[in-house]
Antibody
Framework: QVQLVESGGGLVKPGGSLRLSCAAS????????MSWIRQAPGKGLEWISL?????????YYADSVKGRFTISRDNAKNSLYLQMDSLRAEDTAVYYC???????????????WGQGALVTVSS | QSVLTQPPSVSGAPGQRITISCTGS?????????VHWYQQLPGTAPKLLIY???NRPSGVPDRFSGSKSGTSASLAITGLQAEDEADYYC????????????FGTGTKVTVL
């Protein structure tokens, strides 16, 4: 069955860095666009980044994280990553990796989500 | 800040039909982009309920249905059940350069 498992969350000081990983299994990872979506405590969902199935040729970021976060993937390892630098208090959230329902093209509909990784930015 | 507006809460008795609205603009729903809907139970990841305005993924009961018209979309739940008590979010593409995809503000559904 399809599984997405995030890891790498934790407590970090403002200005610090953290790298999230998302291990995928149960499907042809290299065929799917993937995204990171976050949810601040008690708040709604916020889309933050997308990467195409083949990697760096198509990458998008929300303005709120552009220049600070970097999305990447390793199809050989069935893994998605989010490098987060210059972290701010407002980046505190649960971070989800999610699979786009469309194969080899983005639709924006996410049919599988990880369990989430909590990132807390605080001094 | 979300550009898709939903009512904060909707409630209904078991067995009733409720609808959740999602109001956008000419840069997202009104431009013809698809709307998707998610259900989020407390403490869990969101679950895709409706994609492409009105399509249900395998395993989603036909009690859930979606529609779109103009700059708005709606999610209807018929035969409301206690297990439907959750937060619901709409989502669409937005042509605004600051973000690719936007989510709605979210609606808490309470089963009375």
């Amino acid at each position: 069955q399809v599984q997405l498992v995030e890891s790498g969350g934790g407590l970090v000081k403002p200005g610090g860095s953290l790298r999230l990983s998302c291990a995928a299994s149960g499907f042809a990872f290299s065929d799917y666009y993937m995204s990171w979506i976050r949810q601040a405590p008690g708040k709604g969902l916020e889309w933050i980044s997308l990467i195409s199935h083949s990697g760096p040729d198509t990458i998008y970021y929300a303005d709120s994280v552009k220049g600070r976060f970097t999305i990447s993937r390793d199809n050989a390892k069935n893994s998605l990553y989010l490098q987060m630098d210059s972290l701010r208090a407002e980046d505190t959230a649960v971070y989800y990796c999610a699979r786009d329902i469309g194969s080899v093209a983005t639709t924006g509909a996410y049919d599988y989500w990880g369990q989430g990784a909590l990132v807390t930015v605080s001094s | 800040q979300s550009v898709l507006t939903q009512p904060p809460s909707v409630s209904g008795a078991p067995g009733q039909r409720i609808t959740i609205s999602c109001t956008g603009s000419s840069s997202n729903i009104g431009a013809g982009y698809d709307v998707h809907w998610y259900q989020q139970l407390p403490g869990t990841a969101p679950k895709l309920l409706i994609y492409g305005n009105s399509n249900r993924p395998s395993g989603v009961p036909d009690r859930f249905s979606g529609s779109k018209s103009g700059t708005s979309a709606s999610l209807a739940i018929t035969g409301l059940q206690a297990e439907d008590e959750a937060d619901y979010y709409c989502q669409s593409y937005d042509s605004n350069l600051s973000v690719l995809y936007v989510f709605g503000t979210g609606t808490k559904v309470t089963v009375l």
